[in-house]
């Protein structure tokens, strides 16, 4: 099936058609340049191309597909197959049962392949039983369109095939891996294996990660939407009520979130999650990363200025009438003392990224940051990175629900606005403490609580700055949400820069 002239044919004539089809390809908006296949590496009686996406502006972009041909009759997906003749079908051979088998085989006996001058490893993990043999298990394609291809074995295991190649191993399976076979955390779909493309001198590539199939419930963002369903309907009439219920399930995300942590925070592992100090070119990064956030957004800003609403404009007026004020609380990032430690984190961590399961939470999707590169998505942070990730999840969850309802659109918005941040305050107040508390006091994370604050602080106005940018080029009508969130973080840093005032029994000093 596969000599130059083919592989011509199909840069040429095929491919240029089918990725543009594909969910997958990240590439569809940009101007396509070449699709050109770098290696073919044969893998049972299919063949995994990688394939060089290049742009005629930016840099290029390598994709994984895996092919095979199977008879003119059987059926198969129409957006799975490339091509056609009178008697064989070229396909993604994710829709072959045998390519699926050969995957599952090759990780069950931790196989290694080798092609040419590199090598295909496949590892198995703890979450794999041995009861689940080759001969045993039956698989299938998920019928989710995303940015990766999603197999399932046996209704036991998921796979994920990464479509999207980085020349680093992806940060999802050393994470997954790491909790799995290094800590008691079991809150997540324990790692199963992997596939990883090695080359001499070069990065590993990550193919492909099995782990433990979840049935879940719902994600978080949709079990927290139900709370304030029951929430919402009160406020109407003027009832401000919370069911227990809710405490103890935002305590348990809490309690789970720091276990999660506990789990990562690992002195003596090697080095990739050793913990590390706030350094010097750590803190630098930070205060660069913040300041390039801050440049950007108030420019945006000032661009869509008279786009929006008069209330969200009275926000806008007062984040960047603070920006000497940010600055200089920003700055402090270089001087403060800080003997608190890092980790590896979670890194895109908020309500959808956590299931529920028989009253528990499982916490899913490792790969971090969307928008960083793979090389940041590895840098350790403070966990109250993924703390303020969540807690802003939390203010979106209750100011999309109640700004945006019918049960609460003849109330003022005004009105709204105090009910909604009591209710997020709760929440917040109740998920930090629980979380606090899972590490039991002093632990080596947290070395005080002065710098718990201001490190709390630090990533909450990051992460607002961030959706700012993000509500302005797509949603509009959002953007008083993370504007708000900005406005609480100035509020608190005008706090900690008031004299102190002490009342004692002689008089006021």
Request: hydrophobic content about 35%; proline content about 6%.
């Given at each position: 099936m596969i000599n130059d002239n083919y592989i011509n044919h199909l840069e040429t004539n095929v491919f240029p058609n089918y990725f543009n089809t594909c969910r997958w390809f990240a590439g569809k908006a940009r101007a396509q340049k070449e699709f050109q296949v770098?290696?073919?590496?044969?893998?049972?009686?299919?063949?995994?191309?990688?394939?060089?996406?290049?742009?005629?502006?930016?840099?290029?972009?390598?994709?994984?597909?895996?092919?095979?041909?199977v008879s003119?009759?059987?059926?198969?997906?129409?957006?799975?197959?490339?091509?056609?003749?009178?008697?064989?079908?070229?396909?993604?051979?994710?829709?072959?049962?045998?390519?699926?088998?050969?995957?599952?085989?090759?990780?069950?006996?931790?196989?290694?392949?080798?092609?040419?001058?590199?090598?295909?490893?496949?590892?198995?993990?703890?979450?794999?039983?041995?009861?689940?043999?080759?001969?045993?298990?039956?698989?299938?394609v998920l019928p989710v369109d995303s940015s990766n291809s999603a197999m399932l074995f046996g209704g036991k295991y998921f796979l994920k095939l990464y479509r999207k190649l980085f020349d680093q191993t992806n940060p999802e399976v050393e994470m997954v891996s790491f909790l799995t076979q290094h800590s008691g955390f079991s809150n997540i779909p324990a790692y199963a294996g992997s596939i990883t493309w090695q080359r001499k001198g070069l990065p590993d590539v990550t193919l492909g990660m099995m782990q433990q199939a979840i049935r879940a419930d719902k994600d978080n963002w949709v079990l927290t939407g139900d709370?304030?369903?029951?929430?919402?309907?009160?406020?109407?009439?003027?009832?401000?009520?919370i069911k227990e219920g809710v405490f103890e399930q935002v305590a348990l995300?809490?309690?789970?979130?720091?276990?999660?942590h506990l789990g990562l925070y690992a002195p003596g592992a090697e080095e990739a999650f050793a913990p590390e100090a706030f350094d010097a070119s750590y803190r630098a990064f930070l205060l660069g990363r913040l300041t390039d956030l801050l440049d950007r957004r108030y420019a945006l800003l000032i661009d869509n200025y008279q786009k929006l609403d008069e209330p969200t404009q009275r926000l806008a007026w007062i984040f960047m009438e603070a920006r000497e004020l940010i600055d200089d609380f920003a700055h402090e990032?270089?001087?403060?003392?800080?003997?608190?430690?890092?980790?590896r984190i979670h890194g895109d961590y908020h309500l959808g990224q956590v299931l529920t399961q028989n009253g528990d939470f499982i916490i899913i999707d490792f790969e971090g940051e969307p928008e960083a590169?793979?090389?940041?998505?590895?840098?350790?942070?403070?966990?109250?990175?993924?703390?303020?990730?969540?807690?802003?999840?939390?203010?979106?969850?209750v100011s999309a629900k109640l700004f945006d309802s019918n049960e609460t659109k003849y109330i003022s918005p005004e009105k709204l606005q105090v009910v909604s941040d009591r209710w997020y305050k709760l929440m917040r107040d109740t998920y930090l403490e629980a979380y606090l508390e899972a590490f039991?006091?002093?632990?080596?994370?947290?070395k005080s609580q002065n710098e718990i604050n201001f490190l709390l602080?630090?990533?909450?106005?990051?992460?607002?700055?961030y959706e700012l940018g993000y509500e302005i080029s797509y949603r509009p009508s959002w953007v008083n949400i993370p504007l708000r969130g900005i406005v609480e973080v100035i509020r608190e840093i005008e706090k900690l820069k008031e004299p102190i005032v002490r009342i004692s029994r002689l008089g006021v000093s």
């Open positions: 770098q290696h073919s590496l044969p893998f049972g009686n299919a063949c995994i191309m990688i394939v060089e996406v290049s742009y005629y502006d930016g840099p290029s972009e390598f994709y994984q597909l895996p092919l095979t041909e003119h009759n059987t059926e198969i997906p129409e957006k799975g197959i490339l091509e056609k003749t009178d008697s064989t079908q070229l396909i993604d051979a994710i829709y072959d049962e045998g390519f699926r088998k050969e995957l599952y085989t090759n990780i069950f006996k931790s196989s290694h392949l080798i092609s040419g001058s590199s090598l295909l490893t496949s590892q198995k993990g703890k979450g794999l039983s041995e009861s689940d043999t080759p001969e045993s298990i039956d698989s299938w709370f304030l369903n029951d929430f919402m309907y009160g406020v109407p009439s003027g009832l401000f009520s995300l809490g309690k789970r979130t720091g276990e999660m990032m270089l001087t403060r003392p800080l003997e608190s430690l890092r980790v590169t793979i090389a940041e998505r590895k840098i350790k942070h403070s966990p109250f990175k993924d703390v303020a990730g969540m807690i802003r999840s939390y203010h979106y969850a039991g006091w002093p632990h080596p994370l947290f602080l630090f990533f909450l106005l990051e992460k607002a700055v």
